[in-house]
């Protein structure tokens, strides 16, 4: 009796052992198959590959605060998102998102990349300071006699009503048609 249980012991391992086998066989057919159905070649490269990349629009320049959306076209297409990886040298004076949203964050130049498939492509962003919309001079004099001085308080504003702030220059003429009595 424990012969046979010995000998149905061994059949039932020798079983278990070429079920493996035939399981991990069947895995590996299936890999095969999926990478060469997706172009996949005997060099070890999976899908496609990328022949080109590129980046529009090139180099824009942005204000603080403004965005601009980039496009990586990859081998001619526009890459769909999230087929390609974003990334900013410098997130301090421009971030990118995922999508390829470029936010101008501070003055300065930063270089944007987009990479996919061992293919990369960049654009330079150059962060300008914002445009002054308006200006505010507190008090408002609107005459001065010969020999007076006043001090004044000056003030520039963005297009969004933002006061700036690191301006220094500042000029005042009056031409000799009397505007400034």
């Not at 130049?109 to 150059?126: H, L, P």
């Amino acid at each position: 009796m424990s012969d046979t249980l010995t000998t149905i012991s061994r059949r039932l391992r020798d079983m278990f052992q070429l079920s493996r086998m035939l399981i991990f066989g069947s895995l590996l057919a299936t890999a095969a198959l999926v990478v060469s159905s997706c172009g996949g070649g005997g060099d070890g490269t999976v899908g496609p590959t990328t022949k080109s990349i590129s980046i529009s629009p090139a180099n824009p320049e942005l204000a603080v605060s403004q965005t601009v959306s980039l496009v990586a076209t990859v081998d001619g297409v526009a890459a769909q998102p999230g087929a390609v990886f974003w990334s900013s040298s410098d997130p301090n004076i421009a971030t990118v998102s995922e999508s390829g949203l470029v936010t101008a964050r501070t003055v300065g130049t930063a270089r944007v990349a987009a990479s996919t498939q061992g293919r990369s492509a960049e654009t330079t962003i150059r962060v300008l300071p914002p445009k002054v919309a308006r200006v505010e001079v507190v008090p408002d004099v609107r005459s001065l006699l010969a020999g007076d001085t006043t001090n004044v308080r000056v003030t520039a504003y963005d297009a969004n009503d933002v006061a700036l702030t690191g301006r220094k220059r500042w000029s005042l003429s009056y031409p000799d048609s009397g505007w400034w009595r």
